[in-house]
């Protein structure tokens, strides 16, 4: 069951569900929509759409390496890159802290690149299910930028603070 | 450079980051001293110190076994464990939604507990680090379901809808 492909393939969706439940856990509401949003923001309804295919694009990514030999690296970065996707949400709509996104999705961007490239070494169309996650995640880091430029006055939440 | 130990030590530790910094960006703060907790609840100086160790430990079993055959099971696993390690402290202390929290904290222990025992299948030093994280996830685990019962009346936070 291990040695095939559906049962890694899940493991790594499960990972991936992780992180899609900041998603549902911390949705943008009312706050996101009065915030300046630069003219080209993508769609709200792409949201979801583009991170459910990319869940699934990377699921099947490591699913197809994960009984290679050498695939060690790319799934220690496919690890690193799951990590900081956890980690955005919760920071930027969890806690409105608008810098330490901005970090976070430096890291992202740099495990996402680091993973597309460490897939392309083990196995072709494994890389090649990374690139739509690293073009999202440029676009998304952009966003990010313009969020940071265009909205000075956001004042971080502090959930420990509040009754 | 990336064939050593260090390196993919530190990519690890990096992964690790990402789960440590929820615990820096969501402290506990007043709401959590104000919890009914159970008599065996851990002193907080322990929490810090022991979820160093366990960083460190699980960095040096991820290194210790990326460049080995066979390794990308647990390598998956390992994946598994950080993207749920993160995910826990937002949705409690950022939404304090006690039942998500549980829920999370049961696809956490399940993570270990196999991140674990398929470490210990690629290497025996790798599979023994992971043995503390383990014993502390179980006892976080009960700690959580000892909260959730002390606590009926905790109302979750919604970020979303604060202005």
Redesign the interface.
């Known amino acids: 069951m291990?040695d095939g492909f559906w049962f890694?393939f899940f493991?790594?969706l499960?990972?991936?569900g992780?992180?899609a439940?900041?998603g549902a856990?911390?949705?943008?509401?009312?706050?996101?929509v009065q915030l300046n949003k630069p003219v080209w923001v993508p769609p709200n309804w792409l949201f979801p759409v583009a991170w459910s295919s990319i869940y699934l694009l990377i699921s099947f990514a490591?699913a197809r390496?994960?009984?290679?030999?050498g695939?060690?690296?790319a799934?220690?970065?496919?690890?690193?890159q799951?990590?900081?996707n956890?980690?955005w949400t919760?920071?930027f709509?969890?806690?409105?802290?608008f810098r330490?996104s901005l970090i976070?999705m430096a890291?992202l961007w740099l495990?996402v690149s680091s993973a597309m490239l460490a897939h392309f070494y083990v196995d072709v169309y494994a890389g090649l299910a990374f690139v739509p996650y690293f073009l999202w995640v440029s676009v998304a880091g952009m966003l990010n930028i313009a969020m940071y430029r265009l909205n000075p006055n956001i004042k971080p939440?502090?959930?420990?603070?509040?009754?």
Chains 1, 2 share one sequence.
């Open positions: 291990i890694p493991v790594f499960g990972a991936c992780a992180a439940a900041t856990m911390f949705p943008p509401g009312r706050w996101y490591g390496i994960v009984h290679l030999e695939s060690g690296v799934l220690m970065f496919w690890a690193l799951i990590a900081f956890t980690l919760p920071i709509f969890g806690l409105r802290h330490a976070v890291f495990s939440l502090k959930p420990a603070d509040l009754d």
